[in-house]
């Protein structure tokens, strides 16, 4: 069956962007993603092939769309420096003084990101912290009164589930958000916060089944960024089997010690155990860059202020004959950013200030491109006045919906834009669809959003035109099951892309309203979440 196109009937922009919206088509689109998820680009990995030649391709289309080279520099790259670190670790636990057998892949995947050849820990005392969070926001800390200095942290996945007073069969909303996943829940921040406090390894109880695409992602090559930071981390981690801790919990009643750390006042509990970890890493030092663009501003009083769009460009390259192609997660996100160019090109008139094109590397990594562009900015973050990200674009295949997503809603004034934008094509704006999953933390925006750039994420909706009611959800349960992080995430025989166009002119019109605006994007006084001090991070 050839792919489907579907002519697009012409959804409502702002007057004078609707001769540079129509120039965003699927044909365009899907030309873009067909290129950069083929097996020649071997599924993007940083410091691959793939990676030249993605490079080659978006600094080429630059060139063709008449673009500036975003560096100042003069050139349309910014290096980005990373070690590629490969592990195959070994975990060992002894409880109540029994040696528990762990089948590494099936129970457990332990690695180490210092980039050493040999990483051990020798057998030491382990301390059960809870969900190891540390929110002041909300008086809690699971670390509070205990020394875990050269020891192994184990902890829970996700934030502390407490439980609604009012009613217990509800999560309480005001303390982190519900069922909404929040930065204290990240694996990221928890590693940080153990080793801020001294630990020596940090092991984090999943679910067989939320963990199962963890445990396949930290078996690959895991990278972190070069630089006088790269050693400010716990020497070991791992992810254990949550159907399997109660024998690490010998002599203790896990269920209990579990219902306890859903509760503000839980203390961490020393247990009868100890851990070990022998890791062996293959290391290798890698350059990748940042695709970096630019449209100067048209108006010298703000000219110097920055809109960027982004979309990470990499994905999780090739394991043998098997290539990760990564078409929807995220050669969709880089052809969407591609295209609003195309679109922001063809202006009669550039907008006031400056529009930014970033295509970030390393992002499956753990966003380390963007982490690298606002630690090392190509221009001030102060004259950054918003940044614009597309990710997460796993039904955007399947034609026009009656709603559209905001990741994270209610957080800045940029929100305000894309309701009106989304109203103007007689759509309804939506917050997360899938709060649970803590997509706001995932994805590049976090980066700028974190020092203090306000930033949109966004999602497709969900709500498909003549499609059954559960259509929406049902593809994306589909691809997050099938597609996602997999060697089948390519384009699809029938892909429909009528649907984003549409989520793209959206996009199109926030980022030239805020170009031209007045005034600047800024947080809502009760943004759920806002940058805040870090508390309890290395520095």
Known sequence: MP???????????????EPVAARITPERILA????????????????????????????????????????????????????????SGKLQIEAAGKAI???????????????????AVAPVGIVFAGHGVVAPEHRWDDYAGTDVRGKVVIILSGDPPVPDMADP???????????????????????????????????????????????????????????????????AQALLSLERAKEVFAGHDFDALRAAAAKAGFRAVNLQAKASFQIANTVRRIDSPNVV???????????GELVVYSAHWDHHGQEGKVIFHGASDNAAGTAGVLELARAFRALPKAPRRTILFLWPTAEEKGLLGAKYYVEQPLYPLAK?????????????????TRDFSIVGLGNSTLDDLTA??????????????????GFYFRSDHFEFARLGVPSLETAPGIDYRDRPVDFGARKRAEYIASDYHQESDVPKP????????????????????????PGRPAWKPNAAWRPRPAVGLPK
């Open 3 to 17: 792919i489907s196109l579907a002519v697009l009937a012409f959804a409502a922009v702002l007057p004078e962007l």
């Open 32 to 87: 873009h993603i067909q290129v950069l998820a083929s097996d020649p680009y071997g599924g993007r990995l940083p410091g691959t092939i793939g990676d030249a030649r993605t490079v080659d391709y978006l600094v080429n289309q630059c060139r063709l769309l008449k673009l500036e080279p975003g560096n100042p520099n003069g050139t349309f790259v910014q290096n980005v420096p990373l070690w590629g670190i490969r592990s």
């Open 101 to 119: 057998s762990f089948e590494p892949g099936r129970d457990y995947v332990a690695w180490s990101v210092l980039p050493d050849a040999h990483v």
């Open 169 to 235: 069969t509800k999560l309480d909303d005001k303390l982190f958000q519900g069922r909404a996943l929040t930065e204290h829940g990240r694996t990221g921040t928890k590693l940080d916060r153990a080793f801020a406090r001294g630990a020596a390894a940090v092991v984090i109880l999943y679910s067989t089944q939320s963990g199962t695409s963890l445990f396949q992602n930290y078996s690959r090559e895991n990278m972190i960024l070069r630089g006088p930071d790269e050693r400010k981390r716990v020497k």
């Open 293 to 303: 663009a630019k449209l100067p501003g048209s108006d010298p009083l703000v000219a």
């Open 384 to 400: 950054t006045i918003a940044n614009i990200n597309l990710d997460y674009f796993s039904n955007w295949g399947w034609g026009r």
């Open 420 to 437: 009106e934008a989304v109203k103007r094509q007689g759509r309804v704006l939506t917050g997360d669809t899938f709060p649970e999953q």
């Open 494 to 517: 029938d892909w429909d892309l009528s649907g984003a166009v549409e989520d793209l002119q959206v996009l199109l019109e926030v980022g030239y309203r805020t170009a031209q605006a």
